[in-house]
């Protein structure tokens, strides 16, 4: 399996784990040109979440080379904590002060 194989593998499976109407994940390469994905160094995973269907937080996380030879389940876990992490970030922001 290629890279990008694994790294689209991956998109699915954080997709799977994460199932949440607010949340949207898309996976950029970095010698891809696409109008919403950055050229850079390596592949990443840009997340949007949008909080009571008007606020939008974007977060962007690298996939390093470091973490290239995880396996799909090991790497999607650290993908997947950190996705966890960005919103209750957002959510204590938004709902912190009611």
């Known amino acids: 399996m290629n890279l990008e194989e694994k790294f689209n593998l991956l998109a699915e499976e954080?997709?799977?784990?994460?199932?949440?109407?607010?949340l949207d994940i898309e996976l950029c390469?970095?010698?891809e040109v696409d109008?919403?994905?950055?050229?850079?160094?390596?592949?990443?995973?840009?997340?949007?979440?949008?909080?009571?269907?008007?606020d939008v937080y974007e977060k962007e996380i690298d996939i390093e080379p470091m973490y290239w030879e995880k396996?799909?389940?090991?790497?999607?876990?650290?993908?997947?904590?950190?996705?966890?992490?960005?919103?209750?970030?957002?959510?204590?922001?938004?709902y912190g002060g009611e």
Request: charged letters at 25%; proline letters at 5%; aromatic letters at 10%.
């Open 14 to 22: 954080v997709k799977k784990s994460m199932a949440n109407p607010d």
């Open 71 to 94: 396996d799909i389940k090991d790497l999607a876990g650290l993908v997947t904590f950190q996705i966890q992490q960005f919103m209750e970030e957002i959510d204590s922001v938004e």
């Open 35 to 54: 109008q919403a994905c950055e050229i850079r160094s390596y592949p990443y995973l840009r997340v949007k979440y949008v909080v009571e269907g008007h």
């Open 29 to 31: 390469f970095p010698n």
